[in-house]
């Protein structure tokens, strides 16, 4: 089981900056990849970005260039920091764990970028 709390989400004009974080507690030392995922509504769920245990880091071409996923391992934490914001990154952000395949989820934390 792993436990994962989101914060740093909140309301920010276009072009603005902010900076997700997800810390995970429980069994972390199973985690094999961490990510964040993000649904607006009426939409799906969407991966947002993943980085594995080895460190490897995939982004949705939606946000390259714009957003970066980093972690701090020793605090067992996951970050996203997001450059640029659009009116349409404006979602729930969500962060999830993968243990060998099973998915954990955090609640959430709302973005909504508008002027």
Known sequence: QVQLVESGGGLVQPGGSLRLSCEASGN???ITLMAWYRQAPGK????VASITRGGSINYADSV??????????AKSAVYLQMNSL???DTAVYYCKAEI???GYWGRGTQVTVSS
Not at 44 to 47: A, K, N, V, W
Request: positive net charge; glycine residues 8%.
């Open 44 to 47: 799906e769920r969407e991966l």
């Open 28 to 30: 972390i030392v199973s």
């Open 64 to 73: 390259k260039g714009r957003f970066t996923i980093s972690r701090d391992s």
């Open 100 to 102: 060998y395949g099973r």
């Open 86 to 88: 659009k009116p349409e």
